[in-house]
T-cell receptor, first 109, second 114 residues
Framework: DAKTTQPPSMDCAEGRAANLPCNHS???????VYWYRQIHSQGPQYIIH???NNETNEMASLIITEDRKSSTLILPHATLRDTAVYYC??????????FGPGTRLSVLP | IAGITQAPTSQILAAGRRMTLRCTQD?????MYWYRQDLGLGLRLIHY???????GKGEVPDGYSVSRANTDDFPLTLASAVPSQTSVYFC?????????????FGPGTRLTVL
C-alpha cells in the first residue's frame, strides 16, 4: 500500500466545514482512497472511498486531485459528534487495510 | 440486525492463561479480520479470513491463532497470554476481501494481561 501523510490534529468550529487533507504522493493507478473514523473507544467506522472521481454520500465528500497524489475529506457541517480520529488509507484489491496514526479532529463549540 | 458483536467487552487475564475472544457477524460477510490497537501504533492486522474454512496471517500474528469453521464466527485465541498482548482488539468483516468492499468493525474487546 502507498503511504499516506495526514496532519496529527486539527480543530474545527461547530457548524463549519471540516476539511481533512491527506497526501498519498506514491499512489498507484489501481489503488483506492478510503476514509474511516474512530470515535473514542469505538471501532473504526467507514466513511467513504474513491478512485479518481470526487465522491459524496450522506456523511461526507471526498475530493481527489487530478494527479491523485492527495485528497481531502470534507464534513460539510461539523458537529460535536464528529470529534474523532480520521484515517486516510490507500489500498488496492486483495490487500488488507493499513491504518496509520490518522488526524485527530476536535470540533469545538 | 446486530452487525458485529464481540465478547467479552473487557477482560483482565493472568499471564500464561489461555483466552479466546469471540466475534460474530450476522451480515453473511465472507471476509473477517482481527486487529489490535495500541497507543501510538494505530490498528495492526493480526489474522484474517477471506472465506469460511480459510485463514491468513496479518502483520502481527505471533502468539495468536484463529479458526473459521463457519461464515458467522471468527474466534481469536491467545494460547498463553503475555503482558505485551495487552491491547484493544477489534474484529471486522467485509462482504468480500476485494477492493470495493469496506470493512465494518465491532465494538472491541479491551484485554489486560498481568
Amino acid at each position: 500500500d502507498a503511504k499516506t501523510t495526514q496532519p496529527p490534529s486539527m480543530d474545527c468550529a461547530e457548524g463549519r466545514a471540516a476539511n481533512l487533507p491527506c497526501n498519498h504522493s506514491t499512489i498507484s493507478g489501481n489503488e483506492y482512497v478510503y476514509w474511516y473514523r474512530q470515535i473514542h473507544s469505538q471501532g473504526p467506522q467507514y466513511i467513504i472511498h474513491g478512485l479518481k472521481n470526487n465522491e459524496t454520500n450522506e456523511m461526507a465528500s471526498l475530493i481527489i486531485t487530478e494527479d491523485r497524489k492527495s485528497s481531502t475529506l470534507i464534513l460539510p457541517h461539523a458537529t460535536l459528534r464528529d470529534t474523532a480520529v480520521y484515517y486516510c488509507i490507500v489500498r488496492r484489491g486483495g490487500q488488507n487495510f493499513v491504518f496509520g496514526p490518522g488526524t485527530r479532529l476536535s470540533v469545538l463549540p | 440486525i446486530a452487525g458485529i458483536t464481540q465478547a467479552p467487552t473487557s477482560q483482565i487475564l493472568a499471564a500464561g492463561r489461555r483466552m479466546t475472544l469471540r466475534c460474530t457477524q450476522d451480515m453473511r460477510h465472507n471476509a473477517m479480520y482481527w486487529y489490535r490497537q495500541d497507543l501510538g501504533l494505530g490498528l495492526r492486522l493480526i489474522h484474517y479470513s477471506n472465506t469460511a474454512g480459510t485463514t491468513g496471517k496479518g502483520e502481527v500474528p505471533d502468539g495468536y491463532s484463529v479458526s473459521r469453521a463457519n461464515t458467522d464466527d471468527f474466534p481469536l485465541t491467545l494460547a498463553s497470554a503475555v503482558p505485551s498482548q495487552t491491547s484493544v482488539y477489534f474484529c471486522a468483516s467485509s462482504v468480500q476481501a476485494g477492493v470495493y468492499n469496506e470493512q465494518f468493525f465491532g465494538p472491541g474487546t479491551r484485554l489486560t494481561v498481568l
